[in-house]
């Protein structure tokens, strides 16, 4: 197998011992899915490489390259493909639908209605767009991922689409990316027609996932229950049993809105992070996504628990959900990423921009421009992500995976770009759309800007037939409630 090759005018490894490391003229090189060197490059260093593997396949330039020459540098920045810790892959189709509504009125009135519309015309709509329907909206999602140059993903499957986990791994390797199923479920105060009763039928399809899948290089599968509030205590209990006894993480949202935050402590007498502490499911290995509405004694509890949290603050200001103690948390010592949630509640995926917003926040908020500089949001899209997930990945160093991502310096918003401030222009001054060329597994999925993983268009022209049918079913259902504080 020729080993894959990029180079670049500047090199961010992120790799530790030290993370804030900037390289000029630097190179990657792997083979098949591993990274087998990381360094600063020159000719002699050319030469070497080419005479231990006779060729290289240059990323943007020769497939067969035999002399330094070949060896192409871009005008760009290579660093490790970005990781989403939290998203949803079935929403690209409601993007601007349902907007200036709180979090559980637009699930009822979004995410409950478009994946039910997909549940109740999947023979008729996989018989017009040629595939199922359920699998166009994933493509979709791994289209939106790579575009924005992310390479690894959990993925919260949960509404109707908690019953598709099969399209949606497909779609995944498809496409090429890594993808952590967190597989939903939902047993209280959510609409009626998608509560797991028995509670064991939300088992008997994680089980059924599990065999399926679990042994897939580049998928995971773990328990994803929705909502704190929307699980009751022997399903939780259940699936944290579950994911130890198998030594999975274990995905699930906890107090986002606070309108059912409030409902939540009325009715059990306690925050959900309390109750999430006294059935004995936090620890190390459970991740908490948004945790907005956060009180002293739930920071104590995270703290205690070494349980980790999912920042998502595009869609938790686009809800008007509020923003979490990022700070607090910090200081504190709880693992804490930042990612874009899914499409129809943040309205895209560029993970930058989300990286952008979390550190712009708390500025604003604490009135001090010191917090969260750039290097330290950079890190928490892609080595602190990756940590979180368990994967071989958000770094840019021999034996870990071939996930990388070369930004164009090119884009008038990015030049002047230099070693010393090209970490603060790609959170500050980039737009999202200038990831040239991603690389997931050691396989190209985005080349000079065009999508090769998939047929991008074919894709987007199906998920716009679906979105434009779904007015009118939505203009007949209106809203499917029962979320939370919207029963």
Not at 18 to 36: F, K, N, P, S
Not at 395 to 400: D, E, I, K, V
Request: include cysteine; glycine fraction near 8%; hydrophobic fraction near 40%.
């Amino acid at each position: 197998m020729i080993p894959g090759f990029a180079r670049a005018r500047l090199l961010l490894p992120l790799a530790d011992p030290q993370r804030d490391r900037r390289i000029e003229d630097g190179y990657v090189l792997w083979r098949g899915g591993t990274i087998l060197e990381v360094g600063p490059y020159d000719e002699p260093t050319g030469q070497r490489l080419l005479a231990e593997h006779g060729t290289l396949d240059v990323l943007g330039g020769p497939s067969a390259a035999r002399a330094p020459a070949d060896l192409v540098r871009h005008d760009g920045v290579l660093l490790p493909g970005f990781v989403k810790a939290h998203g949803h892959d079935h929403e690209s189709p409601i993007i601007g639908m349902v907007k200036d509504v709180p979090l559980t009125a637009w699930l009822d009135g979004a995410v409950n209605v478009f994946t039910q519309f997909l549940e109740e015309h999947e023979q008729r709509l996989r018989e017009q767009l040629g595939d199922s329907p359920h699998r166009v909206t994933y493509l979709k999602a791994k289209v939106d991922d790579v575009y924005y140059g992310i390479t690894s993903a959990l993925t919260h499957h949960c509404n109707f689409s908690k019953y598709r986990v099969d399209e949606l791994v497909s779609a995944a390797e498809e496409a090429g990316t890594r993808i952590v199923v967190a597989v939903g479920s939902q047993d209280r105060m959510y609409f009626e027609r998608l509560l797991d009763r028995p509670p064991q039928l939300a088992l008997d399809r994680l089980d059924q996932a599990w065999e399926k899948h679990a042994e897939r290089e580049r998928v995971s599968i773990i328990p994803g229950p929705d909502q704190l509030f929307s699980n009751g205590p022997e399903l939780l209990r259940s699936l944290k049993a579950w994911a130890r006894e198998r030594q999975t993480l274990f995905h699930c949202h906890s107090s986002e809105e606070l309108g059912t935050t409030e409902l939540f402590k009325k009715e059990f007498g306690k925050t959900p992070v309390q109750y999430a502490a006294e059935l004995g499911i936090l620890d190390e290995e459970t991740i908490l996504a948004h945790q907005v509405q956060t009180t002293p004694e739930d920071l104590a509890i995270l703290r205690d628990t070494g349980t980790r949290v999912v920042h998502n603050p595009l869609a938790n200001t686009i809800l008007g959900s509020g923003m979490p103690p990022l700070l607090e948390m910090l200081a504190a010592g709880i693992p804490v990423a930042i990612s874009t949630d899914g499409s129809g509640s943040a309205d895209n995926q560029n993970i930058l921009a989300a990286a952008r917003l979390a550190s712009q926040y708390q500025k604003a908020l604490h009135k001090d421009a010191t917090v969260l500089p750039a290097q330290q949001v950079l890190e928490m899209i892609t080595v602190e992500a990756a940590r979180m997930l368990r994967i071989d990945a958000g770094s840019l160093a021999p034996g870990l995976a071939a996930d990388l991502v070369l930004i164009d310096l090119t884009r008038p918003n990015l030049v002047p770009t230099r070693a010393d401030n090209v970490v603060e222009n790609l959170i500050w001054a980039s737009d999202g759309s200038e990831a040239r060329f991603v690389v997931a597994g050691g396989r190209v999925l985005k080349d000079d800007h065009r999508i090769v993983c998939v047929d991008a268009a074919a894709v987007g022209e199906k998920v716009q037939r679906l979105s434009e049918e779904l007015v009118a079913y939505k203009r007949a259902v209106g809203s499917l409630k029962g979320t939370g504080a919207h029963r």
